[in-house]
């Protein structure tokens, strides 16, 4: 799919309740993958998927996207939003963790398994491991794993241009635990995805330089429009993509 073809097909989704960082966070990943799926419509496990949010985006490309998470809360607002979006026969949710993959879909039922913003929750690199484990089990042979988290190398910058706190930026490159810091580097995860089988691990930057602009820019729709087209740009672009807000890797099984 083009990413004007990708653009075309989000319009109805442009009043989703999202701030305009969260709304480029969505869209980088989603040109991201771009690169790497086929142009029909695929089978998505949006692991810890919440409130559906990037599933109905997927949903409302032609995929079937299945968000596994704990929370009925949660999966809960994502049936809603998919009724609301009109993606309802696309979407569909079951209540349970990441670990409970392998239980909850048995055989390689997917093409693609989205892992956002999750592992930095885990408590150590072997229960990052362990989920990883569990989320490719499901993972269909030649199948994609997206996993994107916060990335640490982003901190020092944000801390001083943003939050004007060179202090902040000192006490993180010292290996002090604060805010800017998780408790995986991407080096780690790209490890672990390596002693689990996946090849062709590529990593893309998500959100680049926009974390550093003022509050007042990102509410600027003309602004955006023209930062959107920069993100774009560097998400492959070395070096900018070592230090984005976001580290996107996308492997193969």
Same mark, same amino acid.
């Given at each position: 799919?083009?990413?004007? +073809?990708?653009?075309?097909?989000?319009?109805?989704?442009?009043?989703?309740?999202?701030?305009?960082?969260? *709304?480029?966070?969505?869209?980088?990943?989603?040109?991201?993958?771009?690169?790497?799926?086929?142009?029909?419509?695929?089978?998505? @496990?949006?692991?810890?998927?919440?409130? +559906?949010?990037?599933?109905?985006?997927? $949903?409302?490309?032609?995929? %079937?996207?299945?968000? @596994? #998470?704990?929370?009925?809360?949660?999966?809960?607002?994502?049936?809603?939003?998919?009724?609301?979006?009109?993606?309802?026969?696309?979407?569909? /949710?079951?209540?349970?963790?990441?670990? &409970?993959?392998?239980?909850?879909?048995?055989?390689? #039922?997917?093409?693609?398994? @989205?892992?956002?913003?999750?592992?930095? =929750?885990?408590?150590?690199? %072997?229960? *990052?491991?362990?989920?990883?484990? $569990?989320?490719?089990?499901?993972?269909?042979?030649? +199948?994609?794993?997206?996993?994107?988290?916060?990335?640490? &190398?982003?901190?020092?910058?944000?801390? /001083?241009?943003?939050? *004007?706190?060179?202090?902040? $930026?000192?006490?993180?490159? &010292?290996? /002090?635990? &604060?805010?800017?810091?998780?408790?995986?580097?991407?080096?780690? /995860?790209?490890?672990?995805?390596?002693?689990? +089988?996946?090849?062709?691990?590529?990593?893309?930057?998500? *959100?680049?330089?926009?974390?550093?602009?003022? $509050?007042?820019?990102?509410?600027?729709?003309?602004?955006?429009?023209? @930062?959107?087209?920069? %993100?774009?740009?560097?998400? #492959?672009?070395?070096?900018?993509?070592?230090?984005?807000? =976001?580290?996107?890797?996308?492997?193969?099984?």
């Amino acid at each position: 799919m083009t990413l004007s +073809g990708l653009a075309t097909q989000l319009d109805h989704l442009q009043h989703w309740p999202q701030s305009p960082l969260e *709304r480029l966070r969505h869209t980088i990943t989603e040109a991201n993958l771009a690169r790497h799926l086929y142009p029909e419509p695929v089978r998505i @496990l949006d692991v810890a998927g919440g409130n +559906g949010m990037a599933a109905v985006r997927l $949903a409302a490309q032609g995929h %079937e996207v299945t968000v @596994l #998470d704990p929370a009925g809360a949660m999966l809960h607002a994502a049936i809603h939003a998919a009724e609301a979006h009109e993606v309802a026969d696309r979407l569909h /949710v079951v209540q349970a963790a990441a670990h &409970d993959a392998p239980e909850v879909f048995t055989g390689h #039922d997917f093409d693609l398994v @989205l892992c956002h913003n999750l592992l930095h =929750y885990a408590e150590s690199p %072997e229960e *990052r491991k362990a989920v990883l484990a $569990a989320i490719t089990t499901p993972l269909r042979p030649e +199948g994609l794993l997206s996993v994107l988290g916060p990335n640490e &190398d982003f901190g020092p910058a944000q801390a /001083v241009l943003r939050d *004007r706190s060179p202090a902040r $930026a000192l006490r993180g490159l &010292d290996g /002090v635990d &604060d805010e800017w810091s998780t408790p995986g580097t991407v080096g780690e /995860v790209v490890a672990t995805l390596a002693e689990l +089988g996946m090849t062709e691990i590529v990593r893309y930057g998500v *959100r680049c330089v926009s974390d550093l602009v003022p $509050a007042e820019d990102a509410a600027d729709p003309a602004f955006m429009a023209d @930062l959107e087209r920069l %993100e774009l740009a560097l998400a #492959d672009r070395m070096p900018h993509l070592l230090t984005a807000r =976001y580290y996107h890797l996308i492997a193969r099984r």
